[in-house]
């Protein structure tokens, strides 16, 4: 018994220590800020925010839509520039580097890109009439949250999630995430205040998100609310080798509203 209480006590002092660090550096691990680059030939809009300075990608096109783009946790959003330009012709592109990330002021959190976000779609919103907002992976939270706070258009997400509470607890079993994690992105929360079309797309073999949790967020949202494709073959960072992948979602973005919203998957 002598021996096994001081064991205890290193095991849990061992414990609490990475509980510690966990809680301590969580947003270095959610959060990896792209440095600023260069796009020969791309417009940028420098928007000011009540606490930063937004770099943002434009594409101008003529006419009433707009897409406004939210990337993944690593993503230089400039990367989508020239495929996005091709694949969306009839919208005007918004391409936002978050709080931190290529080129933009500050640091991020949940409740920067939250506000920093609602600041770009009320820009794009004294141009445009018809705003589709996208998020990818990290990026499907802040596009749930702008369209239950704005009167879009369309919602695309892809790769995205329930909640990031939720993604945590697949990949770290063994930390009580539910209570050290501070910056939660609860998109099904959500999911009900959001009026908009909606379309999910999945890749079929992701192994950061897990399916189960991109099935979660599609049920939250009310029936025949909802489209969901999976591209089969294709996994979280590879989504952009199939066609059906940006083929889908312009399909999307372009279709009439259905007359008869239980007839969406």
Not at 147 to 158: E, G, T
Request: neutral net charge; glycine residues 8%.
């Amino acid at each position: 018994m002598r021996t096994v209480v001081p064991f205890l006590v290193v095991a849990a002092a061992l414990c609490l220590g990475l509980w510690v660090w966990a809680y301590g550096t969580q947003r270095s691990q959610i959060y990896f800020p792209t440095p600023e680059t260069r796009y020969p030939g791309a417009r940028t809009l420098w928007l000011e925010t009540e606490e930063e300075r937004l770099k943002i990608w434009v594409v101008p096109r003529p006419g009433t839509r707009a897409l406004v783009y939210f990337g993944g946790n690593a993503e230089d959003v400039a990367g989508n520039i020239e495929v996005f330009s091709a694949a969306f012709p009839d919208h005007s592109l918004y391409l936002v580097n978050y709080r931190g990330y290529g080129g933009s002021s500050g640091q991020p959190s949940e409740p920067g890109l939250f506000a920093d976000a609602l600041a770009v779609f009320d820009h794009v919103r004294a141009e445009h009439l018809d705003i589709a907002v996208m998020g990818r992976s990290l990026g499907s939270g802040v596009a749930v949250y702008v369209a239950s706070q704005r009167p879009v258009d369309r919602v695309v997400l892809v790769t995205a999630y329930d909640s990031l509470v939720n993604v945590a607890r697949a990949h770290f079993p063994w930390l009580p995430v539910g209570l050290l994690l501070r910056d939660r992105y609860e998109s099904a929360r959500r999911a009900r205040e959001v009026k908009a079309p909606v379309l999910v797309v999945i890749a079929g073999e992701d192994e950061i998100v897990p399916r189960a949790r991109s099935e979660a967020l599609a049920a939250a949202f009310a029936p025949g609310q909802v489209q969901v494709r999976v591209v089969q073959g294709v996994m979280h960072n590879t989504l952009d080798l199939s066609p059906a992948y940006l083929g889908s979602v312009r399909e999307f973005l372009l279709e009439r509203p259905r007359e008869n919203p239980s007839d969406a998957l």
